[in-house]
């Protein structure tokens, strides 16, 4: 298929599976807010949204690459994977920022668990409170600066994606065979 017809399905079909990954991962994070308090949630976060990204990956470089007659070289299964990174980190920062504006001490209280953590873990009371004052200023920062915290946090979903595509790439492509003409 020539870029020409596939590049409608590139967008649609990145889009789309962005769109899934954004959605998923921002509703997972909104399910333990609902549960705060009742469950350690930062290690199940984290597993469930890799899950999430590796499923969403690996369906939609599949479904793609289908479309596409079953064939996808490595370089255009990365720059797929991208766009749906990109798709999802648009999907992610919309989702931060209504989030944010709804409860905008919840990162706040986060921040004083993680306190306690840090604590508990053994470092000391000033290297604790000068980490968490950096972190609360940044946060400060994002919360006076809404659009352009959006911004960096897609770009940054994308680099992310960009690592996770180097990898997830090597094993999704599949090249044509080559046909060796014996005349």
């Not at 590049?7 to 333990?32: N, Q």
């Not at 994977?81 to 992610?92: N, S, T």
């Not at 915290?149 to 997830?168: D, E, M, P, Q, R």
Request: proline content about 2%.
């Amino acid at each position: 298929m020539n870029t020409e017809k596939r590049l409608p399905y590139f967008y649609r079909m990145a889009s789309t599976f962005g769109l899934i990954m954004g959605l998923a991962t921002s509703a997972v994070h909104f399910i333990f807010y609902l549960l705060e308090g009742k469950i350690n949630s930062s290690f199940a976060i984290m597993a469930l949204t890799l899950i999430i990204v590796i499923v969403v990956i690996v369906k939609g470089t599949m479904n793609y690459r289908n479309v596409l007659g079953g064939y996808i070289s490595y370089w255009h299964a990365f720059g797929y994977g991208i766009a749906i990174f990109l798709f999802a980190g648009i999907v992610g920062a919309v989702y931060s920022y209504v989030f944010n504006n709804f409860d905008p001490e919840y990162v706040y209280r986060q921040l004083e668990l993680s306190r306690q953590q840090l604590l508990n873990a053994g470092l000391t009371d000033v290297a604790t409170n000068k980490l968490i004052s950096d972190i609360k200023e940044g946060l400060d920062y994002q919360m006076q600066h809404p659009f352009q915290s959006a911004l960096s946090a897609t770009f940054w979903n994308t680099f992310l994606g960009a690592l996770f595509c180097f990898i997830s790439s090597a094993f999704l492509k599949k090249n044509k065979p080559e046909i060796i003409n014996e005349s």
